[in-house]
């Protein structure tokens, strides 16, 4: 049984930073597309960042420059870390796992494992 589980959520201060990590188990993180998405409240999901297994990264537009994915394979943890955070950031991030190790186009149909969630609230 393959999960995800996402922490570091929390309120902060427009400008602030926040660190979010996904811990996975069994699923190796570096044999695997891992991606964040967030839903904001009466919003679709959408693909924050992605990080291919090759090292691939991708990144919305709205989060360029701010947001960085990365990983820790000894801890089988992804992590992104978000700066100069905007009240427009604010939702729920989500933590997935896709079948390949390569990164398509951040979309939500390339992912077939995903967490529970954490809230981030900027204001």
């Known amino acids: 049984h393959v999960q995800l589980v996402e922490s570091g959520g929390g309120s902060v201060q427009p400008g602030g930073s926040l660190r979010l990590s996904c811990v996975a188990s069994p699923l190796t993180v570096g044999s695997h597309c891992m991606g964040w998405f967030r839903q904001a409240l009466g919003k679709e999901r959408e693909g924050v960042a992605s990080?291919?297994?090759?090292?691939?990264?991708r990144y919305a537009d709205s989060v360029k420059g701010r947001f960085t994915i990365t990983r820790d394979n000894a801890a089988n943890t992804v992590y992104l870390q978000m700066n100069n955070l905007k009240v427009e950031d604010s939702a729920m991030y989500y933590c997935a796992a896709a079948r390949a190790g390569h990164c398509l186009l951040l979309r939500e149909w390339e992912y077939n494992v995903w967490g529970q969630g954490t809230q981030v609230t900027v204001s």
């Open positions: 990080l291919g297994g090759d090292g691939t990264t």
